[in-house]
């Protein structure tokens, strides 16, 4: 409940009817329903706020640097889908510190634990105990001034998101435009944790429909039977199919988790496929556009890379 709203509220008009009836609770709640009431039907002045998934960016007023509007209430929501946290600086505030103010709460609504109620500049940083962080800028009808600008970043990331814990799988031979006659086999490799596909340093994601045989450098490519998830899925789980006479899905591998990536990639954890010749395949012909914009702190690492490719030679031998 959004008590303790005095200074919105007409004061005089609250005290005086609370004397008259000598129910001063009562009476403060009704009004500030009232008031909640007019500035969600007809009080705002333009549309504001926002729900923020970016790792980092920047909030501030309407009309900023210019003076805000009156009547503004604002509601950002700075949310992060992994397990990092969020902070937010406060570089500049100029508020009419009687009457105006920006609320800052620990969780994904103003219901959370309210963190501080800023009114004036004093280099202010929060820090969520959460992955979220809501902000509120509240104005009344009078009075304007330019308002706030603030910055936000995740902090992270976390150890188990597998985001930021993949290995890059960047041979060419995965790629679904290959057709040329070396075949390799995934059973000889060491499969372990999760995988980010590349083809020569582009960013790719399986292909999510049928892959002609022979593509992919195996004799049956395996594909991803299901959609690729959005980022707000978390982990979820698809089929993988090898294509192999004139079945899509001759070969039914084992099912795969898949998560998709704040900064536009797709993760995999790969598993052994049941026999020869079976490759996992990257498409070539659906880029990832988008870009990382924060380096994984556990990328591959070279002995990994190493092994890995150890086994890939010994492969193309066979
Ligand atoms: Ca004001």
Redesign the pocket.
């Known amino acids: 409940m959004p008590l303790g709203r005095g200074q919105q509220v007409n004061n005089l008009l609250v005290l005086n009817i609370c004397l008259h009836n000598g129910e001063l609770s009562i009476y403060m709640i009704f009004f500030d329903f009232i008031d909640n009431w007019l500035y969600s039907t007809e009080g705002f002045s333009e549309l504001c706020g926002d729900n923020m998934t970016a790792w980092t960016g920047e909030l501030f007023s309407p009309r900023y640097p210019n003076n805000y509007p009156?009547n503004a209430r604002c509601t950002w929501t700075i949310h992060s889908t992994g397990n990092t946290t969020v902070s937010l600086t406060f570089n500049d505030v100029d508020l009419?510190s009687c009457?105006?103010y920006i609320r800052v709460h620990d969780g994904p609504s103003t219901l959370y634990p309210l963190l501080e109620e800023i009114r004036d500049y004093r280099n202010q940083s929060f820090k969520s105990t959460g992955n979220t962080l809501t902000v509120l800028f509240y104005?009344?009808s009078?009075?304007?001034r330019r308002g706030f600008q603030a910055n936000w970043t995740f902090v992270g990331p976390p150890s188990d998101d597998p985001c930021y814990r993949y290995t890059v799988l960047d041979d060419a031979w995965r790629a679904t435009t290959y057709n040329e006659s070396i075949i390799n086999c995934d059973t000889a490799v060491k499969w372990f944790g999760w995988y980010r596909l590349f083809i020569y340093g582009q960013s790719v994601q399986m292909p999510d429909r049928c892959v002609d045989k022979y593509r992919c450098g195996t004799h049956a490519p395996l594909w991803l039977n299901g959609q690729h998830p959005k980022v707000g899925d978390g982990v979820v789980t698809r089929e993988v199919c090898g294509h192999w006479l004139s079945d899509c899905c001759y070969y039914r591998s084992a099912p795969i988790r898949v998560k998709a990536c704040p900064g536009g990639y797709y993760v995999y954890e790969f598993v052994e496929p049941p026999t020869c010749n079976l490759a996992y395949c990257a498409d070539v012909e659906k880029p990832n556009t988008s870009y990382t914009t924060v380096t994984p702190d556990t990328l591959s690492s070279a002995n990994t890379i190493g092994s890995w490719t150890t086994t890939g030679k010994q492969h193309l031998i066979l």
Do not use: A, L
Request: aromatic letters at 0%.
């Open positions: 009156n009419e009457c105006d104005s009344d009078s009075v304007t």
